[in-house]
């Protein structure tokens, strides 16, 4: 995921009619009076897979779109929230074996059933793992065993419905579990409100809503590299209005514990604090102010862009999302008799665990120095152990106070 974020006042796209070459200039919004970035691309040497318009004003000239659409780079319009307004794409591959697949899945009981129970089964087996990673240091046991027993009934679910029903107890103890591990100040109660879950009432949902919102994109970009229709779905119900993108919602599933885990980290490692937000009292909602978007976005770059195991390569997660999608089409025509979303599994450690901020604060100076650490060093593990917040070791320091080195 690598997108060229713009928002503020006066954002310009535009493309040079030169003869000889043709360049693509873009200008950055202004923000507090100081001038937005410029940038300059000349054609098949721009490193970014999208363009970000969030809440600024400007201009888009045609030939800029014409410059982007010969580039594949697809751009989109973003309200403060993260939430999509607009979008525009490349050309999307005709293929049209692939949608009369797609459709006659979507009318098809138990292949509707299983591609509905695929997406949930690799939803909730992620979710257990952020909670197994926060169980690492947190004490959510409950939480963690009643989710467990909660996905247990997937498997009797015959429904698509019913399917929808597991998911969401599963959802309802794994936010509990969030709930319970997140600092007071965050005020979050959970994922679900009265009357919609997307209405951010505390700083942790504006930080999730503006991070699905970029999943969201990349689901959609996937989308539309493949060629599938985006309004048909089969965990979502179908879409009966031209906004509503039922496919991409399901895709969005099974990668959601993505956004968690950047939100989560951002909030240990105090890239987000409580004042990096604002209470809106028209609608009683929270925002994420500018500063706090950027370190967000750029958490989440660092979550996308890591790397995964999968098939004997290599692959980003924005990568996997693609390559998962096109599972997909190869399954919807009978290229490939199986579907697994779940695959690959994200390896998830923590270094600030219980047992390790335990064996930190246990650590005395003598000890410390037969391990070759030092006095300042110890000092800034004591305290980083005592907090709060999240922190990470490194690998030499780690080995240094693992179990065997402290019990010789």
């Not at 750029?298 to 998962?324: A, M």
Request: a positive charge; charged letters at 25%; aromatic letters at 10%.
């Amino acid at each position: 995921m690598n997108p060229l974020h713009l928002s503020g006042w006066g954002v310009e796209v535009q493309a040079s009619n030169s003869k000889s070459h043709a360049e693509l200039m873009i200008t950055d919004g202004r923000r507090n009076n100081n001038i937005g970035e410029r940038y300059l691309f000349l054609p098949r040497r721009i490193e970014y897979d999208s363009i970000i318009l969030e809440n600024c004003t400007g201009h888009i000239s045609l030939a800029a779109l014409r410059w982007l659409s010969k580039h594949n780079i697809p751009v989109f319009f973003l309200d403060f929230d993260g939430s999509t307004i607009s979008n525009i794409l490349p050309p999307t591959p005709v293929k049209a074996n692939i949608r009369a697949a797609q459709f006659q899945a979507a009318n098809n009981h138990e292949r509707k059933l299983t591609i509905a129970r695929a997406l949930v089964q690799a939803k909730i087996a992620k979710s257990l793992q952020v909670l197994e990673w926060l169980g690492e240091r947190y004490d959510i046991e409950k939480e963690l065993r009643l989710t467990k027993r909660e996905a247990m009934k997937l498997s009797k679910a015959s429904t698509v419905p019913q399917i929808r029903t597991v998911e969401g107890r599963v959802a309802l103890h794994y936010w509990e579990a969030l709930a319970k591990v997140l600092p007071e100040p965050l005020h979050f109660q959970g994922r679900m409100t009265t009357t919609h879950n997307n209405n951010a009432s505390d700083p942790f949902n504006a930080a999730l809503n503006y991070g699905y919102g970029f999943l969201k994109i990349q689901c959609r970009m996937a989308v539309n590299t493949v060629g599938l229709e985006p309004a048909v779905g089969f965990l979502h119900e179908l879409s009966h209005y031209q906004t509503s993108e039922s496919l991409v919602y399901d895709l969005e599933e099974p990668f959601r514990f993505l956004v968690d885990l950047s939100v989560i980290q951002a909030f240990e490692t105090h890239e987000l604090t409580p004042q990096d937000f604002i209470f809106t009292r028209d609608d009683y909602l929270y925002r994420i102010q500018w500063e706090g978007k950027m370190r967000l976005l750029g958490t989440l770059r660092e979550t996308f862009n890591c790397g995964v195991s999968y098939k004997e390569r290599r692959f980003k997660w924005d990568t996997v999302i693609e390559e998962k999608t096109t599972e997909l089409a190869r399954y919807l025509n009978g290229s490939t008799p199986e579907l697994d979303f779940s695959k690959p599994a994200p390896i998830l450690e923590r270094q600030d665990t219980r047992e390790v901020r335990e064996r930190i604060l246990c650590l005395s100076q003598c000890e410390a120095e037969k391990l070759c650490i030092g006095k300042s060093e110890l000092h800034y593990l004591r305290r980083k152990a005592k907090s709060q917040q999240g922190f990470r070791i490194y690998g030499k320091v780690r080995e240094k106070i693992a179990p065997s080195s402290l019990e010789s």
